[in-house]
Each structure stands twice: as C-alpha cells, then as structure tokens.
C-alpha cells in the first residue's frame, strides 16, 4: 500500500498540482526509458504473501496491532483489515536453489510466526467464516493510510459500494466503505525484467492469467455462500469499483482492471494509468524528477509510483530503485493465499518459467491470441476454476486442465531451464501443477467437497464451514500440496 500517510485533507489545488506532477514523473520515466536508464537483469524474483488472523473457533482474529507487535519482524507489516497481515519475502535470484531457498525461509518465518502470534495464522485465498458484520469500517487496520484511501474511494463513488456475486449461489449486500476488499488475500510474485522486453513479459502475463486462477483458485465461499472458485476476483473488482452506474455507463475504466490491448513499451501502461484514472491520494514530494535526471541521480518519480499503486491492475508494472539503480517488474496479482507453501512455489515457478517460455517465443501467442479471449479466460478461470474451460490458439476451446498439461508446462521448463533452476527442483514444483490437473483437485475443490460431506452428515453451512476451515488450517501447516490431502 505504500508509505505511511500523515493525516491530511486535500484541497482541489492539490489535485490539480498533483496531476501536473505525475505528468512530470511520466515524461522523466519515458526519457529514462529512450536513455536506457533501467537495470537490465533477469531472474530476480520477489513474493508477497497475505494471511489471516484466526482464533480458536475459526473466526477471524481482529488483532494485527498486537500479532505485528509480538512479532516484531520487519518482514511482516500490516494489511487492510485488522485480522490481515502480510509477509515480504526479500527478493532473490530464481537461478539455481533460489526457489527451495524461498520454501525454507517462508517455512521457517511462518513457524516462528505461529509460535509467537498467540492465535492463529492461515493461508487462504478468502477465509469461509466471516460475516458482514466482520468486514466494516471499524475493522480497517489502525493505520492512517488505509482510512484516507477509503474516505477518497468512497467519496469518489459517492454512494454504497453493491456487491452482487452469482455463481454456483448468489450473493448481494452493500457496504459503506471498502472494508469488504480486506477478505481478499493473495500471494503477488515479482519479476524483474529487461526494459526493451517489459512488453513481452506482461504480454505472456495476461494470456495465461486465466490458467492461472483456474488452476489456482483457493476462494469459494463468502459470507456462507458458495460462489466463484476465485470469489476473491469478482470481490475485488465490486468492493473497490468507485464508478456510480452514470460513469460505468460511460465506459470509464474500473480502478481493478485486466486492461484492454495488447502493448508495445511498458510506457503504454503508465501512460494509461495517468489518462484514464483519477489521483485518489494527490500526496506531493518535494523532488523535482527533472533536475534529479539533469544532475544525473536516480529519480523516485513518487507521484507517479503512489499513483500507479492505486490502479488495481491483475498484472502490475512496477517502478523501482534498489541500490541506486532503476528496474522494472510486472507484479502478477492473479493468485489466492495458499493452500500451502509448497502449493505457492509451485504456483510460482509454473508462473516464472511459463511467461520466460512465451516471452521468448519467436511467434509469440499474444499475436495469435485476441486480448477479450485472454479476458474471457480470465473471467471463466475465476468463476469455473480447475474445471474452467479456455480458448487457444492452435486448441480452440480446450479444458484448462489438459491446456496446462499439454500445452503450458512444457513451456514453464523451458523458461525455468533458461532461468537456470535446479533441474530437482524445477521437476518438483512443476510436478505438483502437473498432478493437480491430473486429479482436478485445487484448494478451491478440496473447500466445497470439504464442505458437501459434512452438510451430506447433517452439518449446516456455518458448522460444515468452521469444522472445514480447522482442518485446512492443520493441514496446511503439513507443507503437502493440496491435490493430496484427505477429505
């Protein structure tokens, strides 16, 4: 979410000021871009990982200030809602053991996290025990940044945030402010790559963002509703869309977006970001980005990042300086929490080495493949899960199952081969993504099967959906892959 924020009200000057600035920002990124300013490395990887806070009866644990207080670890930091927390995993090469170096230390930082929390902490893409009454404004994390952001959201949409999800049930409420978007909790993987191939990158991205999520997909229940296997998608997209039915009517983009073309320079994504959205936070640096690039230096270009930061898109370009030095990375946000550690990592090197498949692809999908049915994709992947059906080029319609298997992961060992990673552990975690297809089990089917047997021996929804979550929490503490645990 970014940097801590002062208390602040701003007036319309600001907003004005603000949008000139990140103008500014855009055109200094855009001559960074023509000089070859940026970083050109490849296989520098980075995860974030968003978990719940439960108690003893599976309820959701409103206690982060507390559990971040006993942790005291900076790699754990807050999140939206206060039974949210999330962990950073410090970035590293992909090469070689980079992967089992990321299980162990997830592993071991989860453990102690455990230890010391003093109630539970679970891996799930949305927990199946909240309530309405949970996910209210007095429920946002005691942080001043996540207060603004939703006095700006709803003040901009002017009018209750409707959510209305149909899937295998239907659910309808409506919210004053964006504290429902607090039950969505993902993973987000980080790749750094070269700026004169960012285009090919995200590209390869959004085509597989469908198979992704189907095969991914950890979020079936909501307020005691069985909805989409990834309910977690359309949550997002309602409880954070600002646009009153006039502006959806008149096509302005929602802030959660999978975008609309194909690119060719990661500049038509900050370029749309900045024509199409308005600032939500219009927080001024004092940094002149012109004079800094003059001078030589490195320019935060804080504007444009804070901006960028609150355009909600599934695949996110990203901006940043590390050791003085400029890069780019897409931030692919498709993907629940959990089930398991091992799940993640598998759900990661398939992500890692199937977009540097496609990314170097001669004759790349994307040219074969039309933009809406890559978002066709990505919707069915959501609402159907493992069970989803895609279209590809050469396939057709094909099942998102045999597509992975048959198509996509022979191409995710030819990118992880590229990438240099451990032949044992690439056969692994690819094996995991590959027996998951095999079987059709996901933590999304293992939620509702979970859940039909108990309601099969008489448990109503709210026992079958507490007794289900207990047992995820203990088996996801095994470090199993989901495709094998018992029901």
């Known amino acids: 979410m970014g940097k801590e924020l002062a208390t602040v009200v701003f007036a319309p000057e600001d907003r004005i000021t603000y949008r000139h600035k990140v103008r500014r920002c855009l055109d200094v990124f855009a001559q960074m871009f023509d000089r070859g300013a940026f970083s050109s490395s490849e296989g520098m990887i980075g995860l974030e990982l968003e978990l719940n806070l439960i108690d003893g009866d599976a309820r959701p644990a409103m206690r982060n200030a507390e559990v971040l207080a006993r942790l005291a670890d900076p790699d754990f930091q807050t999140e939206l809602g206060q039974f949210n927390i999330e962990l950073n995993a410090p970035p590293r090469s992909i090469g070689g053991h980079g992967l089992g170096d990321y299980e162990r230390d997830l592993l071991d930082s989860l453990r102690r996290a455990t230890e010391k929390a ?3 902490i679970v891996m799930i893409g949305m927990l199946p025990t909240l309530s309405p009454d949970d996910l209210v404004l007095g429920n946002l994390s005691v942080n001043e940044r996540y207060r603004l952001l939703n006095d700006e959201m709803a003040g901009a949409r002017g009018e209750q945030f409707d959510l209305d999800i149909r899937g295998v049930e239907q659910l309808r ?5 964006i504290a429902p978007e607090a039950a969505c909790t993902s993973v987000q993987f980080h790749l750094e790559v070269p700026p004169d191939r960012f285009d090919r990158f995200w590209n390869a991205s959004q085509a597989i963002a469908g198979a992704q999520v189907a095969i991914g997909a950890n979020s079936p229940f909501l307020h ?3 909805l989409w296997a990834e309910t977690r998608i359309a949550l997002f997209q ?3 869309d600002i646009r009153p039915d006039e502006l959806k009517a008149q096509g302005v983009r929602p802030r959660v977006w999978f975008g609309e073309r194909w690119i060719t320079s990661v500049t038509d994504l900050f370029a749309e970001n900045v024509d199409f959205f308005e600032p939500l936070l219009p927080i001024l640096d004092d940094e002149d980005p012109h004079e800094v690039l003059r001078a030589g230096g490195v320019p935060r270009l804080a504007e444009l990042r804070l901006h960028n930061g609150t355009v909600y898109r599934w695949n ?6 590390m050791a003085g030095r400029p890069h780019l990375r897409v931030e692919n946000r498709v993907l629940p929490s959990g089930p398991t550690v091992i799940d993640l990592l598998a759900n990661a090197a398939f992500y890692f080495g199937l977009v540097r498949g496609l990314a170097d692809q001669e004759n790349p999908v994307w040219s ?5 049915a890559a978002r066709d994709n990505f ?3 959501a609402v159907a899960g493992i069970e989803a059906t895609a279209y590809w080029p050469g396939r057709g319609e094909i099942p998102v199952a045999e597509l992975v298997r048959s198509v996509l992961l022979p191409h995710a060992y030819e990118g992880l081969d590229r990438y240099g990673v451990d032949p044992a552990i690439r056969d692994r975690l690819l094996g995991i993504i ?3 297809c095999r079987l059709g089990r996901n933590g999304a089917w293992w939620q509702t099967e979970t859940v039909r047997q108990a309601e099969q021996r008489g448990r109503s929804r709210s026992e079958a959906l507490r007794e289900m979550l207990l047992r995820y929490t203990e088996l996801h503490h095994t470090n199993e892959p989901v495709h094998t645990w018992p029901l």
């Open 434 to 436: 590959d027996e998951r």
């Open 224 to 226: 005691g509703r069985r």
């Open 316 to 321: 996110r370009p990203v901006y940043d300086v």
């Open 238 to 240: 309602q409880a954070t």
């Open 173 to 177: 409420s409506a919210s004053d402010s």
């Open 379 to 381: 919707h069915a992947g």
């Open 118 to 120: 003093g109630c539970g």
């Open 368 to 372: 074969r493949l039309p933009f809406e």
